[in-house]
């Protein structure tokens, strides 16, 4: 079982920048695909940015490409995503997501961490 706990979400202003963190429980986490996603108000949950494991490839949402940079820290058991020129409709809770099987399927889920961006 994969225990994922979210932090750094909060209020910014549009332009400002965030760092969100997920914090992975376990003792494989360098073997896992970690995933980014988001879920705004009366919207579907929609993928942010994916991170391959060992650090082999990253991957955006044309929407965040260029604003948002996903990475991890295996010694840490750790993802971030940097969110930088944030936009009003950056704002949405914000979830990682694990997958143990290397198939793009997530198994695990964090709680979520509110990002909230003022105009």
């Known amino acids: 079982q994969v225990q994922l706990v979210e932090s750094g979400g909060g209020l910014v202003q549009a332009g400002g920048s965030l760092r969100l963190s997920c914090a992975a429980s376990g003792r494989t986490f360098s073997t896992y695909n970690m995933g980014w996603f988001r879920q705004a108000p009366g919207k579907e949950r929609e993928f942010v940015a994916v991170?391959?494991?060992?650090?082999?490839?990253?991957y955006a949402a044309d929407s965040v490409k260029g604003r948002f940079t996903i990475s991890r820290d295996n010694t840490k058991n750790t993802v971030y995503l940097q969110m930088n020129r944030l936009k009003p409709e950056d704002t949405a809770v914000y979830y990682c997501?694990?997958?143990?099987?290397?198939?793009?399927?997530?198994?695990?889920w964090g709680q979520g961490t509110q990002v909230t961006v003022s105009s």
């Open positions: 991170i391959s494991r060992n650090d082999a490839g990253t």
């Open positions: 997501a694990a997958d143990s099987n290397s198939d793009y399927v997530w198994d695990y």
